[in-house]
């Protein structure tokens, strides 16, 4: 079964602190997905990758960095944390053998003070 | 841009009755159609995907798409205290890597 994890699971940053999630997956899916799900907007992609080395903007890229170094491994970074990035944070994988289907972790619940 | 709306936003029914829950999109070019269930803000359960219009059954679930009316639903056949979740619609298209388009959500509370 796919298998998707998220690290960590919960995390209270500071503003103006650098913040990295980490994501690991164990599909051999090419393509991996960071999401936010906030009350109101439900769950908005922020960054995606078609493999390693490669990240592309989502809808809401802004304020945030992705990086892949590796087929496993997908970590959104934020630079900077504002309040406003306080969310739960969704990692997903998927690619065309698994009809593209999208295989969730977790979840990482950051809050920013 | 694709929008994505759920209706109804909450919705009660008892153990054993049908639930009903509708999705329309905005793109008609979207061929590819899922329904995810979330327990308490957690991770993401995939319950059925479609991708012409028609039926597709999966156990207690079954999903309609009508491209045309730009329109898919979710029906949950006797539905138990364990289903109680927020039911979360996902639109994008197929062999398309870019990511899915999700609706807010309807809550399902099942009361026995």
Redesign the interface.
Known sequence: EAAVTQSPRNKVAVTGGKVTLSCNQTNNH??M?W?R?DT??????IH?S?GAGST?K??IPDGYKASRPSQENFSLILELATPSQTS?Y?C?S???DS?????????T?LTVL | QQKVQQSPESLTVSEGAMASLNCTFSDGTSNNFRWYRQHSAKGLEVLVSIFSDGEKEEGRFTAHLNRANLHVSLHIREPQPSDSAVYLCAVSMWGYAQGLTFGLGTRVSVFP
Not at chain 1, 40 to 45: A, P, V
């Open positions: 090419n393509n997905y999401y799900q109101g907007h439900g769950l908005r992609l995606y078609y592309e989502g809808d739960v969704f997903a998927g690619d065309a009809s593209y289907e999208q295989y969730f972790g977790p979840g619940r």
